[in-house]
């Protein structure tokens, strides 16, 4: 019975509900070892899930310029907050990962509010175990740029505009900016920063390098000497108070999200 309501919950989710996605991803971690609270928690979840079923996504005709249009990840992580079961074992201290990936305004890339389309969502644990909130937070911003990425590369594609050659990254990165937002500021710090620092964990610090070929690296594979040259991504520290990404990493009301799902705009301005 609980596998069913999981997964019957773990539709709707996917299909419009992204505030639901942490609780959901909470529920097939637990699954295969339940115990009565973990029941109490399903039928809360549903409960809730119910009583807000009039919520759901919202695409407004004309929000913005299809063709200048800008691919905006969101990307946040909460720290060795979770437990991970496999079978009859219980392994603790996992951090919990989420993104939201839309199409905005390219009002965005410097402004605090634009309209936009929530394209996509997720909220996972992270399998690999973090020693810190940074570590967390970068394993987030891999994910959602990965995706982010992918999407811009297939909307080229839908315009015609990936030829041959294999060289499809390269050139979907002339024809939509992305832009990343995070509220680590020290990750932020780092990304932006012109010479990278060294990392103790060499996993992280090749994550880290990832990051920033993307930003400080021309579709040539050339470095760049300052990062506004040839600009195609770009990444912004937001405040905590305006992440959409929040109820994807903990359990929490996720009022500005739902918000932002029915006015369909992207409000950067922090609260009071």
């Known amino acids: 019975q609980l596998r069913s309501v999981i997964g019957s919950l773990a539709w709707v989710c996917r299909q419009c509900r992204p505030g639901l996605s942490y609780a959901v991803s909470r529920l097939q971690s637990i699954a295969a070892?339940?115990?009565?609270?973990?029941?109490?928690?399903?039928?809360?979840t549903l409960q809730q899930a119910k009583a807000d079923s009039k919520l759901g996504m919202t695409f407004k005709a004309r929000?913005?310029?299809?063709?200048?249009?800008?691919?905006?990840?969101?990307?946040?992580?909460?720290?060795?907050?979770?437990?991970?079961?496999?079978?009859?074992?219980?392994?603790?201290?996992?951090?919990?990962?989420?993104?939201?990936?839309?199409?905005?305004?390219?009002?965005?890339?410097d402004g605090d509010k634009a309209n936009m389309h929530i394209i996509g969502w997720r909220s996972t644990m992270i399998k690999r175990v973090c020693r810190s909130t940074f570590n967390a937070e970068?394993?987030?911003?891999?994910?959602?740029?990965?995706?982010?990425?992918?999407?811009?590369?297939?909307?080229?594609?839908?315009?015609?505009?990936?030829?041959?050659?294999?060289?499809?990254?390269?050139?979907?990165?002339?024809?939509?900016?992305?832009?990343?937002?995070?509220?680590?500021?020290?990750?932020?710090?780092?990304?932006?920063?012109?010479?990278?620092?060294?990392?103790?964990?060499?996993?992280?610090?090749?994550?880290?390098?990832?990051?920033?070929?993307?930003?400080?690296?021309?579709?040539?594979?050339?470095?760049k000497?300052?990062?506004?040259?040839?600009?195609?991504?770009?990444?912004?520290?937001?405040d905590t108070s305006t992440m959409l990404a929040h109820p994807l990493t903990k359990l929490m009301k996720a009022e500005r999200l739902e918000t932002a799902l029915l006015d369909n705009v992207l409000d950067l301005e922090p609260t009071a």
């Open 63 to 109: 929000a913005f310029d299809w063709h200048n249009a800008v691919v905006v990840s969101i990307t946040d992580a909460s720290f060795a907050a979770e437990k991970l079961v496999v079978e009859d074992k219980t392994f603790p201290r996992r951090s919990q990962k989420g993104r939201i990936t839309a199409l905005a305004d390219p009002k965005i890339w």
């Open 225 to 238: 000497d300052d990062m506004s040259e040839e600009q195609s991504d770009k990444v912004r520290w937001i």
């Open 138 to 223: 970068t394993q987030a911003l891999v994910d959602g740029v990965a995706f982010g990425a992918r999407l811009r590369t297939i909307i080229a594609d839908l315009r015609g505009m990936i030829g041959e050659g294999g060289k499809w990254l390269d050139q979907s990165r002339h024809v939509m900016p992305h832009l990343w937002l995070t509220d680590c500021e020290s990750l932020h710090s780092y990304l932006v920063n012109p010479i990278a620092a060294n990392a103790e964990d060499k996993r992280l610090e090749i994550d880290l390098e990832d990051l920033r070929q993307s930003l400080w690296e021309d579709s040539d594979g050339n470095p």
């Open 33 to 44: 070892a339940a115990q009565v609270k973990d029941l109490h928690f399903a039928n809360k």
